[in-house]
């Protein structure tokens, strides 16, 4: 009980943070749909070409606004020494990084999982398709946290280069692009698309406390 | 065996074996030259431009050999803790990386004749692409961390997890349809190729070995020496 509470405490002070930072996440979105706007200008507005490579830039543009907020996803709990205060308090390393990749599910990505409809409308993708949209970022935003876990846990050291933890996310993101933008295009194979969805996701579940963990220890050890 | 994890023992080895290596190699490349130019017949479709392949396949396959190599001493690095799998790892991934430039620049050039174009985005290509970017992520690392060993063993971490391109590569070709072809040449089945090509393609397999080991030698005791000396 007293380790549920814990965790219930964590989930809290995450809250607290993360509503006291409203206008970071908002920044995010805004920034989602201006990049939705300069595509639109550097294509033209033609409705056809439009709904043809939609779903294609809204999971770029997607993917590129998570990794913009991946400094924050352990560095201001690094240096404040946050992460060893819960390291002390009873978590394990690997737990802490499965906690915060669910923080980040929850309070980064769902608000761009709200703001999908609205895209889609300004990509003219149809309603029928809005449930696949639906269905790949949520697997996808889950997959796309684990993967913002492990690059920046890795990246806490690292001084001098604050892109590679995007360009490592991105890199390793290739798959997840290719399977849920072909959920949409290819509706007649949509099951066993979401099964490889579904097994990328529980392979990268697995792996990311171990690497993050390791990560996080070493960080926090040669600090 | 003790000098693939022993720093010290290396040295000793390396000593020895560099220069047999230097000249072998030196040997194996005019060898496989001579065969891959002259002696080699030409493809009956597609003319001299097959001696491309003399190049394209050693590099691809040792690209991704190096990876797999540095894969297992990652592993061994942390798992077993040998610091000699980090050494390994800083020395080794430029020269995966300059083999994998090579075959993609080599394969592209082939590409131009044979499929019309430079580049597909196909299964095959973008992997390998991918592992050209995953090696310079690893040189990148080395070059902008600070804390030596939170380097060594974050780059260790990495390697492991960008490992998964390895099997994805290797079988891109059978699970999805693309222009590149198939393996030619398997464990399983005897080879689909002729003997006339298969001996040059050895032997400049044998050599590309025999340089990269070289150039990993040189690189390797450099490494030990900077580490010895507390450059970084």
Wanted: contains cysteine.
């Amino acid at each position: 009980m007293k380790f549920l509470n814990k965790i219930i405490y964590f989930f809290y002070r995450e809250y607290k943070l993360n509503l006291s930072g409203i206008q970071d996440i908002l920044t995010n979105i805004i920034f989602f749909f201006v990049s939705i706007f300069i595509f639109i200008f550097s294509i033209g507005p033609d409705k056809e070409t439009i709904s043809l490579i939609g779903v294609g830039i809204v999971w770029t543009l997607l993917l590129l606004s998570s990794t913009l907020s991946l400094r924050k996803f352990y560095q201001e709990d690094f240096e404040n020494g946050n992460l060893l205060v819960m390291h002390l308090n009873g978590f394990s390393y690997g737990f802490i990084a499965i906690l915060k990749t669910l923080s980040n599910m929850i309070f980064v990505q769902i608000p761009f999982l709200l703001s999908i409809p609205i895209a889609c409308i300004l990509l003219n993708i149809s309603n029928e398709k809005l449930i696949y949209v639906f269905t790949s970022f949520t697997l996808g935003s889950l997959i796309l946290s684990c993967l913002g876990s492990i690059s920046s846990s890795m990246n806490l050291m690292n001084q001098r280069n604050y892109l590679l933890g995007s360009v490592i996310v991105m890199i390793f993101s290739v798959p997840i692009i290719i399977f849920s933008v072909g959920i949409i295009n290819l509706e007649e194979s949509f099951n066993s698309l979401v099964n490889i969805l579904f097994g990328i996701l529980l392979i990268v579940f697995a792996i990311n406390p171990w690497a993050s963990g390791l990560c996080l220890k070493l960080s926090l050890e040669n600090n | 065996m003790k000098f693939l994890v022993n720093p010290n023992k290396f040295n000793e080895i390396a000593d020895y074996i560099f220069k047999p290596i230097l000249i072998l190699s030196i040997v194996l490349f005019a060898l496989g030259l001579l065969f891959a130019l002259y002696l080699s017949p030409n493809d009956y479709q597609q003319g001299s431009t097959v001696r491309i392949m003399y190049v394209h396949v050693p590099s691809a396959w040792l690209s991704l050999l190096t990876y797999a190599v540095m894969s297992l001493y990652s592993i061994a690095a942390l798992a077993f803790r040998i610091p000699f799998g980090y050494i390994f790892n800083t020395a080794v991934a430029p020269i995966g990386a300059v083999f994998t430039l090579i075959c993609i620049i080599s394969g592209s050039l082939w590409g131009k004749p044979m499929w019309g174009t430079w580049w597909v985005w196909d299964a095959r290509l973008t992997s390998v692409a991918i592992l050209f970017i995953i090696y310079l992520i690893i040189i990148f690392m080395n070059l902008s961390f600070e804390n030596r060993v939170v380097r060594e063993k974050v780059v260790a971490i990495f390697i492991l997890v960008g490992s998964v391109n390895l099997p994805i590569i290797k079988f891109s070709v059978d699970w999805w349809n693309t222009l590149h072809q198939p393996a030619t040449i398997s464990k399983l089945s005897k080879p689909s190729i002729d003997p006339t090509m298969l001996t040059p393609l050895i032997i400049m397999t044998l050599a590309f070995m025999m340089i990269g080991l070289a150039i990993s030698i040189l690189r390797i005791k450099t490494e030990i020496i900077s580490r010895k000396s507390n450059i970084s």
